[in-house]
Nanobody, 115 residues
Framework: QVQLVESGGGLVQPGGSLRLSCAAS????????MNWYRQAPGKQRELVAG???????KNADSVKGRFTISRDNAKNTVYLQMNSLKPEDTAVYYC?????????WGQGTQVTVSS
């Protein structure tokens, strides 16, 4: 059974930081590309950042210079370090494991940026 379990969300003030984690089980983690998506109320789910099995990364333009994705294959975990958070970063953040023909999602973790 595949499980992706996100953690680390919460309430933070503008300008603050959070680190999201996603622990994977039931998959051969090292061969999957791992992604973070987010969905704000009334909006479509959007890709925030991704990291390939080889370690190449990509970020959405809206988070470049502020968010960093990384992975620890020994721990089967992907991280999203979020700095300089803005109110518009408020959303449910989802972890995604992706390999050709196979896609898995976590349950999401809420991030709220507000003073």
């Amino acid at each position: 059974q595949v499980q992706l379990v996100e953690s680390g969300g919460g309430l933070v003030q503008p300008g603050g930081s959070l680190r999201l984690s996603c622990a994977a089980s039931g998959i051969r983690f090292s061969i999957y590309s791992m992604n973070w998506y987010r969905q704000a109320p009334g909006k479509q789910r959007e890709l925030v950042a991704g990291i390939t099995s080889g370690g190449s990364t990509k970020n959405a333009d809206s988070v470049k210079g502020r968010f960093t994705i990384s992975r620890d294959n020994a721990k089967n975990t992907v991280y999203l370090q979020m700095n300089s958070l803005k109110p518009e970063d408020t959303a449910v953040y989802y972890c995604n494991a992706d390999r050709v023909g196979w896609h898995y999602w976590g349950q999401g973790t809420q991030v709220t940026v507000s003073s």
